[in-house]
């Protein structure tokens, strides 16, 4: 299993960005995917939930309404659309299948000015 997230970067409070994770090793199009991420001295925390055909997607209350995810299972890609951040929003962002133990190398978020 392998799960390569790109995206990050640094953005102004306000600004939006576009994370995607690519993954390969296992049959992507049956898995759940989420978006996990970790601030510093934090524990990690989940951000976003898919189900396998996209039909369903939930959200933590603290981005629910600023950001989206999505998926493309023709491509192998779970993307998680992030708008009006906020500096609380700064973090290393993960995908993770459901109910497999595997995590990519993250990619950082930090929301500043």
């Known amino acids: 299993v392998q799960l390569v997230e790109s995206g990050g970067g640094l953005v102004q409070p306000g600004g939006s960005l576009r994370l995607s994770c690519a993954a390969s090793?296992?049959?992507?199009?049956?898995?759940?995917m989420s978006w996990y991420r970790q601030a510093p001295g934090k524990e990690r925390e989940v951000v976003a939930g898919i189900t396998s055909a996209g039909g369903r997607r939930n959200y933590a209350d603290a981005v629910k309404g600023r950001f989206t995810i999505s998926r493309d299972n023709a491509k192998n890609t779970v993307y998680l659309q992030m708008n009006s951040l906020k500096a609380e929003d700064t973090a290393v962002y993960y995908c993770?299948?459901?109910?497999?133990?595997?995590w990519g190398q993250g990619t950082q978020v930090t929301v500043s000015s």
């Open positions: 090793g296992f049959t992507f199009s049956s898995y759940a």
């Open positions: 993770r299948p459901a109910g497999l133990d595997y």
